[in-house]
């Protein structure tokens, strides 16, 4: 799987669909954590991808990789923060604050911007393995 990844050419304009890969390997590794390759595969392609394309969703993704391995350090929830300051208030401003708010263990912002979503984003959001570590509390 890791050598297909070698061969793309464009890998901005294949982001959407190497995202969903990525979420869906998060999945497969939340079922089953002693697949410890699936996480790496999840990592090496997040990475790869983040030389060409590093937005919010390649790094909240990058974190959440690290997060399944260990701890945030100190450093790590800075970048976080920085990233949460500069957010813009699109369609997914709820979807990312809740994200960071679960990086950071931070409950209370979860659950308000995840009470700013509609049923349908909830819903959305739900099916996202970052929500797996609300879900395991």
Same mark, same amino acid.
């Given at each position: 799987?890791?050598?297909?990844?070698?061969?793309?050419?464009?890998?901005?304009?294949?982001?959407?669909?190497?995202?969903?890969?990525?979420? !869906? +390997?998060? %999945?497969?590794?939340?079922?089953?954590?002693?697949?410890?390759? =699936?996480?790496? *595969?999840? #990592?090496?392609?997040? @990475?790869?991808?983040?030389?060409?394309?590093?937005?919010?969703?390649?790094?909240?993704?990058?974190?959440?990789?690290?997060?399944?391995?260990?701890?945030?350090?100190?450093?790590?929830?800075?970048?976080?923060?920085?990233?949460?300051? !500069? +957010?813009? %208030?699109?369609?997914?401003?709820?979807?990312?604050?809740?994200? =960071?708010?679960? *990086?950071? #263990?931070?409950?209370? @912002?979860?659950?308000?911007?995840?009470?700013?979503?509609?049923?349908?984003?909830?819903?959305?959001?739900?099916?996202?393995?970052?929500?797996?570590?609300?879900?395991?509390?």
């Amino acid at each position: 799987v890791e050598k297909s990844f070698e061969v793309i050419k464009d890998f901005e304009k294949q982001s959407v669909h190497i995202n969903r890969f990525i979420l !869906n +390997l998060l %999945q497969a590794y939340d079922k089953d954590n002693s697949r410890k390759d =699936i996480l790496r *595969l999840a #990592e090496t392609i997040c @990475d790869k991808l983040s030389l060409y394309q590093n937005d919010i969703t390649n790094r909240l993704n990058k974190l959440q990789i690290i997060k399944r391995k260990r701890e945030l350090t100190q450093s790590e929830k800075e970048d976080l923060m920085k990233i949460r300051e !500069n +957010l813009s %208030q699109d369609e997914l401003f709820n979807q990312n604050q809740c994200g =960071i708010a679960i *990086l950071l #263990e931070n409950e209370f @912002d979860y659950e308000y911007f995840y009470n700013q979503m509609d049923k349908e984003a909830q819903s959305e959001f739900d099916n996202f393995p970052i929500s797996n570590f609300i879900k395991n509390r």
